[in-house]
């Protein structure tokens, strides 16, 4: 298996087994986000079970995040650098493609700050754009 594959593991203080370094290349391999479902056919005969909790670890430990589309399926894409333990950093636009039903990560297309009123307390935010992608449009 890739050494920077474990090297990114370890960064993010995630211990290496073999079943982590499985998902983490097959996320790495992702143009798109993609579904626990998907993840699953990508490596069979794994356990959906040891998946799950792997992706969870990798979520914990920032090195994912989880994208609601919609379709009431979650989606798993790669976090930015930033991201840690204590801190998601993903005030970017998701984009839903209506037509090949992927879901992409748009972090040069920030969130713009959204003024909450008297003690609200924002934890987290989310933007979904529902379309077309350049590979379906052409």
């Known amino acids: 298996m890739d050494l920077q594959i474990e090297k990114k593991l ?14 983490l290349d ?37 090195l994912i995040h989880i994208i609601e589309d919609g379709t009431g399926t979650p989606k798993y894409a790669l976090c930015l650098e930033e991201c ?20 992409f990560c748009l972090p040069d297309s920030k969130i713009p700050d959204v003024l909450l009123p008297g003690n609200f307390t924002s934890m987290e935010m989310n933007l979904l754009v529902k379309g077309i992608c350049d590979k379906c449009k052409n």
Do not use: W
């Open 26 to 62: 097959l996320l790495l391999k992702q143009h798109a986000a993609i579904s626990l479902s998907d993840i699953e056919k990508g490596l069979e005969p794994a356990d959906r079970t040891t998946i799950y909790r792997t992706l969870k670890t990798f979520e914990e430990n920032g």
């Open 84 to 103: 840690n333990v204590y801190k998601h950093s993903h005030v970017h636009v998701h984009f839903y493609c209506i037509t090949c039903k992927e879901t």
């Open 10 to 23: 370890v960064e993010k203080k995630i211990n290496p087994t073999a079943m982590r370094m499985l998902v």
